[in-house]
């Protein structure tokens, strides 16, 4: 009897979520499955002409250079851009914790880069960034410093647009982080006081472990979505100076919407697709195995 | 009661409304445009409203996108035969990409069919790019915005070191070097050096001039002595250009130019260079010589960089749009056009009026551009070789890699790519 109503209710869960689940199936699953398929064919949707290749697609982009290049330089910005925009989040979140004149007014500028078009944002920053008239270059000669190529020099023009991210995704981090600090009781700190902690391990030993889930949350959502850069490399550099800004979503577009090589913009989805999915299984089961 | 006669009031005043609406609706003709923005934009825009004043049964839907967009969104929904789109703006080297798909409607057809022929007055090199296979194949696009690579250069500067005109490529560097050794805050070259289209437009005249090619016989010929040459003689050109040219645009070219900062233009196009002579934005009026681009090896070759108008075949309104192009390629519209926006023409009357070459000074040059400039590679590669070119030749400019080393890589890239 117990096990005929746990069906019944199985089932009527199903029911209810089967149109919702078919919908997201469709629009989830087909797609990955027809990259999936279209990376093992020589595919060029101009002509329309597709020849099987088996592995052929992922052994040449692999052996590429510029593929190479493409994947060190999304690691590098994915693994410095998300922590450090966590630990800025965290640091902002702490400072903006004590109540102080103007804090609403603080925390209002401090949000505000994260409401802002992404590609206003490249316009604004491309204009800082000018060799010759640019915000900070003006700062540089000012002090009696030489300029930089912020975006045309190959060694910068990375952490160039790094800092871009990071002037406009910390915000999302902090309040994120804020949240969860709103959420710990106060008695929970004033124990700490009694017991006699100063404030620095008050931080340190009670708040940032208490906020460890909400940390890794940031972490798993920068990650995934700085993996997937793409909108800030278009607008500044277009992949340059010398590819030292390309990156794996940018190498996907050039092969499927510049050259139409459908395969080849494929088999680049799909490592990607592995890559992202490898880091998000690994966020969380942090997450879950923290709260089993 | 009265409801119901109110009711019935109204139905009867919407039934004539619907078949009145229904009885205009057929006999607009409603054409979508897949256009450029910017200055070729309000240029098509210009010719729209001039076409609708005499056809007022006509209307136009015009998709200002920029050139990646345009191309992407053709490709797309041209694949998908929707006939979404009448007319479509083309950027001359991938006609050949699209017609190699059978996706453009054979315009000698339309011709024959109104009973018209090829003008003779729009220049007949240009008209031949839109012609698949190149150069006597049939009829698929007509030129429309008449844009040849030009040099631009300061005759007042050149003139103090000897040059009234350059013929070669050798004597550009030997006043770009004047120029640095003696005009503090001048920068003596400027060109785009952003990866991919920008930074090989302008280096192409170069490399024809140096007597090299992109493909010989359907193969890469990167790996030549002409091509090092050229190569070699460009990166060291490339001493005399800004510091921050890795990523100089159009945009930053002109503002140098017109600002009189820079001295040598290695390459303009027309759209660039049209507040040349107007004093409120040029600090440079009347001191700028444009002109086509010095040889070395072998004679200057202009390059031509054409956007060319087609109808796709699946367009359900054919005659009423090459009704369209046969108005936006007339003589009248482009002299329009080119005095309100100063968008080139591609017509030889046009290059002549004389109030427009009062505005454009460059105008005989552009028109011997058009007669006999060179088009680059017609291939269904050319968006990715000119992409693995630009990488390349961008690597060697920021001194990642030797001239050799870049050519070599350049030729090992291309010919996986066509061989692929």
New interface residues.
């Given amino acids: 009897m117990r096990n005929r109503e746990r069906a019944v209710y199985s089932s009527f869960f199903y029911i209810v979520f089967a149109p919702a689940l078919l919908i997201i199936l469709l629009l989830t699953t087909y797609p990955m499955v027809t990259i999936l398929y279209d990376s093992f064919f ?1 595919y060029s ?4 002409t597709r020849t099987f290749v088996g592995l052929g697609n992922y052994i040449h982009i692999v052996g590429e250079e ?1 593929f190479q290049r493409s994947l060190i330089n999304t690691l590098v910005f994915t693994l410095v851009a998300s922590f450090s925009e966590v630990v800025l989040g965290v640091a902002l979140a702490f400072l903006l914790k004590r109540q102080f004149l103007g804090k609403r007014v603080a925390s209002l500028i401090v949000i505000f880069p994260m409401i802002i078009s992404t590609m206003v944002i490249c316009a604004v920053w491309q204009i800082f960034y ?3 008239i640019g915000l900070f270059n003006h700062v540089l000669t000012t002090l009696g410093m030489q ?1 930089v ?1 912020w ?2 020099d ?1 060694r910068v023009a990375l952490a160039s647009i790094i800092l871009v991210d990071l002037w406009q995704w910390t915000p999302f981090a902090f309040l994120i982080i804020q949240a969860g600090m709103g959420s710990i009781p106060s008695e929970i700190f004033e124990a700490a006081q009694i017991d006699g902690a100063r404030s620095g391990q008050i931080a340190v030993k009670v708040t940032l472990p208490i906020l460890r889930n909400q940390i890794l949350l940031v972490l798993m959502l920068r990650t995934l979505d700085t993996f997937r850069l793409f909108d800030k490399v278009y607008a500044l ?7 030292a800004t390309q990156t794996l979503s940018f190498f996907i577009y ?1 092969e499927g ?5 459908f395969g080849r913009a494929s088999a680049a989805s799909v490592i990607t697709l592995v890559g992202v999915a490898f880091l998000a299984l690994f966020y969380v089961r942090r997450l879950l195995g923290e709260e089993e | 009661m009265k409801r119901m006669s109110m009711t019935m009031v109204i139905v009867l005043l919407l039934i004539p409304m619907a078949l009145f609406a229904r009885g205009v609706s057929e006999d607009v003709t409603t054409l979508t445009i897949a256009g450029r923005d910017g200055a070729y934009g309000d240029a098509m825009e210009l010719a729209i409203q001039s076409y609708t004043a005499k056809n007022p049964n006509v209307r136009f839907e015009l998709l200002k996108l920029s050139g ?1 967009e345009l ?2 969104q053709s ?1 797309i929904e041209l ?1 998908g035969g929707t006939g979404a789109f009448d007319v479509i703006l083309i950027d001359d080297p991938f006609l050949t ?2 017609q ?2 059978g996706w453009l409607a054979d315009l000698d057809a339309l011709y024959r069919k109104k009973g018209v022929a090829i003008d003779p007055d729009l220049v007949e090199n240009m008209v031949n790019i839109g012609r698949y296979p190149y150069p006597n194949g049939p009829l698929y696009a007509l030129p429309h915005v008449g844009n040849v690579a030009l040099f631009a250069y300061r005759q007042d500067v050149s003139r103090k070191y000897g040059i009234e005109k350059f013929d070669t490529w050798s004597q550009v560097l030997d006043v770009a070097k004047k120029i640095k050794a003696n005009e503090p805050g001048m920068a003596p070259i400027l060109f785009r ?4 289209n920008p930074i090989v437009t302008g280096f192409l005249p170069i490399y024809w001039a140096f007597g090299a090619d992109i493909l010989k016989d359907g193969k890469p010929a990167f790996d030549t002595p002409e091509a090092l040459n050229a190569l070699e003689y460009f990166l060291e050109l490339a001493k005399y250009a ?6 100089y645009q159009a945009t930053q070219v002109s503002d140098a130019l017109l600002s009189g900062v820079g001295a040598i233009a290695i390459e303009v196009w027309p759209g660039w260079i049209g507040n040349l002579e107007n004093p409120e934005l040029s600090n440079v009026v009347g001191k700028v010589k444009i002109a086509a681009h010095p040889g070395e090896v072998k004679r200057s070759s202009s390059m031509i960089g054409a956007w060319m108008v087609a109808i796709p075949k699946d367009s359900k309104n054919i005659d009423a749009a090459f009704d369209f192009l046969l108005h936006l390629t007339s003589a009248e519209t482009q002299a329009m056009i080119s005095e309100k926006n100063g968008v080139p023409p591609t017509r030889h009357s046009v290059h002549k009026i004389s109030s427009l070459v009062a505005m454009y000074p460059w105008y005989p040059a552009q028109l011997d551009g058009q007669i006999s400039g060179s088009i680059r590679p017609r291939t ?1 590669y050319w ?2 070789i000119e ?1 693995v070119f630009g ?1 390349y030749l ?2 060697a ?2 001194g ?1 890699l030797t001239a050799k080393a870049a050519l070599e890589q350049i030729q090992r890239r291309v010919t996986e790519i066509i061989e ?1």
């Avoid at chain 1, 550099?237 to 590819?243: E, L, S």
């Avoid at chain 1, 919407?257 to 090589?261: E, G, H, I, M, T």
């Fill in positions: 020589r949707f101009v002509v329309n510029l000018h060799y010759e300029r190529g975006l045309t190959q550099t277009g992949g340059g100076p010398a590819n050039r919407f510049k050259f139409f090589n | 990646s191309m992407e490709v694949r990409q699209l190699e798909a050096g952003v990866q991919g800004p510091q921050g040219v890795t990523a269904n968006a990715e992409s990488d961008q690597r400019l920021v990642n692929r």
